[in-house]
């Protein structure tokens, strides 16, 4: 193979440069001549001095007289190295228990009857899910909104840097996740409170209704698991008008931080 390519450099040298096919080898070395036939595992040249055969392998492109060009070697692609992923925390909330809803009175009822679960931690809103879709059927002549843990009818945001997964229903529970940034490392108070709107859906002005409290420890590439569980409360009619009487009660069962493996 060294005599070849002596040969072909040599061969490169002394051609004429009158039209011609021009080989260039991938070692940089550039040879003139006529390709004969089709080429295969081996290109045949044909030059002023004989035939020079050149295996396929050697062959970076050939350059033909009437100004095409074929390449024989597919060109290295730049291979650029996938980003890492900012380091991230996960917070799993697992709800359990009997389902928080509102009722009003159909004449005193207000223009946006949503209900909203938010999650703070240190005070800071990092996820929220918004059920604005009414059940009429689970009170009759009341104005009612059962909260319903259903991806067709949240609303779900998120707060700067937080990843909000899509709700999962496991094993009778609604399991909700946030990826959380940075920021967020580290022993936090994580609170979960449940709103109704008195405003319109323009201009909403949230208040909450009744809310839990719990300390976490968020761990890097780790994930911290909380329980939420929800007991039923007490709504009812007296005297054919709605008895604000609010018992429903939630609570936070903090678990600790696992690392991943």
Known sequence: M???????????????????????????????????????????????????????????????????????????????????????????????????????????????????????????VVGSFTDDTLDPEDLPKAVVNSFVFSPERLTVGAGEGVVVAPVEVAEGEIRLRLELPAAFFGARELRLTYQVNDGAPAEP?????????????????????????QERGVMEFARHRMRNVETFRVTLQPATATKSP
């Open 2 to 124: 060294r005599k070849v390519l002596v040969l072909a450099a040599a061969l490169g040298l002394l051609a004429p440069s009158s039209r011609a096919d021009e080989v260039l080898l991938v070692n940089g070395d550039r040879i003139s001549g006529r390709v004969i036939g089709k080429v295969t595992r081996r290109v045949r040249l044909q030059t002023p001095y004989g035939t020079l055969v050149i295996p396929r392998s050697q062959v970076d492109r050939i350059r033909h007289d009437d100004g095409t060009e074929e390449r024989l070697q597919t060109p290295p692609t730049s291979t650029v190295p996938a980003p890492i992923p900012p380091p991230r925390a996960t917070l799993r909330i697992e709800v359990g228990g009997a389902t928080f809803w509102r009722a009003w009175d159909p004449g005193a009822a207000p223009e946006d009857p949503s209900l909203r679960l938010q999650v703070r931690l240190d005070g800071r």
């Open 205 to 229: 002005v949230w208040w909450d209704v009744v809310a839990a409290e719990c300390p976490v420890t968020l761990v890097v590439g780790g994930e911290t698991a909380v329980r939420l569980v």
